[in-house]
């Protein structure tokens, strides 16, 4: 068998350095010397998003607001810094709207400023949705906070504009800018977006990010970045994101592939991460990595596999461990791993190899391209020849998680992301600063 078609069999190794790394705007360090400062789209990478009312739209982008654009997003939609600046204004009190031009400010506000003398406003964001202090440096591209329809808004969006900084008005006096990723122009601007077009962001995804209690990650949602994915959180005696933490997170367990889940005969919750199950004990209150491939084994999952997946079937141990002492089915299970030097040394380099990898439960298998040994929770791969995720004699873990996931060993819907919600966001971040009577244009 060819490392093509393993690869295409999705058999990898975690390749964590591929996801976690930021891919910079292309072209940003290309034209970073231009006198023009350069804005992107004020969402994350690939999403896109309709303009609503654009600039001097008839509604109300008139006055100070006049070059400004509402993009549509649903409540909850990550906001990112069109350009770096500094926190310079900011309120998240507000829950309110209304569409009267008579009714109280309530809209939340987040105002960047450039240092140039210019700022860009962030209007109608979530009640405490924003990801930043007042001070507080912010590159572009960076999650600035999420987005609502507070204030004067008709429905869910983003009021963005670029304006000239005017320390009393956190809407003052708008003008014409150019998007680095928008193709169309207006008034002799290149990169202004236009009324009722869609355009999509070239900043860096936006992976993850946290929620209350925990953290919400997309990285495994099948399409890279966007609002869906799996939360990992504290909820109430189910500790799992402190369990996911104390295990090692993404590095050592990868991310999360499943909602957390029962199983019908117990009371255990479970969630599935790429590469293990996350098994946790409401009585003791505490985690453990679940078996797997016993589970697999179990299901009758064996054959399946085998032949899909080259993994070595379990040894019978049922009647060779009656009788044993535990030392004793201990010793008998580790002496497998002396069919190899190099799975045994990399099986012993955890610190407490059984509780992670669980005990050995096969032979040394060779599909021809890798040495297979296969544990109650996982199984290694000493590669024979160089491989696009490994060198020739690496030892990888398989994502045993995404086994169980392929193999349906638990039901489907456990492995269906979820949609981001906003009343999942964290609370911490609540900053209670602002400023009452400042110049509210109507209509924003
Ligand atoms: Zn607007």
Same mark, same amino acid.
């Given at each position: 068998?060819?490392?093509?078609? =393993?690869?295409?069999?999705?058999? =990898?190794?975690?390749?964590?350095?591929?996801?976690?790394?930021?891919?910079?705007?292309?072209? $940003? $360090?290309?034209?970073?010397?231009?006198?023009?400062?350069?804005?992107? =789209?004020?969402?994350p990478g690939g999403v896109v998003w309709r303009i609503g009312q654009g600039v001097k739209g008839g509604y109300s982008h008139q006055g100070r607001a006049a070059y400004a654009w509402d993009f549509f997003m649903p409540s909850g939609s990550p906001i990112t810094a069109a350009r770096a600046g500094t926190a310079w204004m900011l309120k998240q009190s507000s829950d309110q709207h209304c569409r009267d031009l008579s009714c109280p400010d309530w809209n939340n506000y987040i105002v960047i400023d450039h240092g140039d003398g210019t700022s860009a406003a962030y209007l109608h964001g979530l009640k405490d949705g924003a990801r930043v202090r007042l001070g507080q440096r912010v590159e572009q591209g960076q999650f600035l906070g999420l987005s609502d329809m507070t204030g004067q808004a008709g429905g869910p969006h983003l009021h963005f504009q670029v304006q000239n900084n005017n320390p009393t008005q956190y809407v003052a006096q708008s003008f014409l800018i150019g998007f680095q990723e928008v193709s169309d122009s207006l008034e002799g601007v290149e990169g202004v977006p236009l009324s009722r077009h869609d355009y999509r962001s070239a900043n860096a995804v936006m992976y993850d990010f946290d929620v209350k209690d925990g953290h919400f990650y997309t990285q495994t949602n099948g399409k890279g970045g966007g609002g869906r994915g799996f939360r990992v959180t504290d909820d109430g005696d189910v500790q799992m994101w402190t369990a996911f933490k104390s295990l090692g997170g993404p590095l050592e367990l990868g991310y999360p592939v499943s909602r957390p889940f029962r199983l019908? +005969?117990?009371?255990h919750v479970y969630q599935a991460f790429q590469r293990y199950v996350i098994d946790w004990d409401p009585v003791?209150?505490?985690?453990? $990595?679940?078996?797997?491939? %016993?589970? $697999?084994? %179990?299901?009758?999952? +064996?054959?399946? =596999?085998?032949? +899909?997946?080259?993994?070595?079937?379990?040894?019978?141990f049922t009647a060779a461990d009656k009788g044993r002492g535990w030392d004793d089915v201990i010793k008998a299970h580790l002496a497998l791993l002396d069919a190899n030097k190099d799975l045994k040394a990399a099986y012993f380099s955890a610190p407490d190899p059984i509780s992670r990898f669980g005990l050995p439960m096969s032979g040394v298998a060779d599909t021809g391209d890798a040495l297979m040994l296969r544990t109650q929770r996982t199984v290694f791969q000493l590669w024979k020849h160089d491989v696009p995720w490994a060198k020739a004699g690496q030892v990888t873990l398989a994502n045993a998680g995404e086994l169980a996931r392929d193999a349906e060993l638990f039901s489907r819907q456990v492995f269906e992301p979820e949609q981001f919600l906003p009343e999942q966001l964290s609370g911490e971040v609540r900053l209670p600063w602002e400023v009452p009577g400042f110049f509210r244009p109507a209509g924003l």
């Open positions: 068998m060819s490392a093509a078609s =393993l690869s295409r069999r999705r058999f =990898l190794g975690l390749s964590l350095g591929a996801v976690a790394t930021f891919t910079p705007f292309g072209t $940003l $360090l290309a034209r970073a010397a231009a006198p023009q400062p350069i804005y992107h =789209l004020p969402f019908s +005969d117990t009371q003791t209150k505490q985690p453990q $990595l679940g078996n797997v491939m %016993d589970l $697999l084994h %179990d299901a009758n999952l +064996d054959s399946w =596999l085998s032949t +899909d997946r080259e993994i070595p079937l379990e040894a019978d």
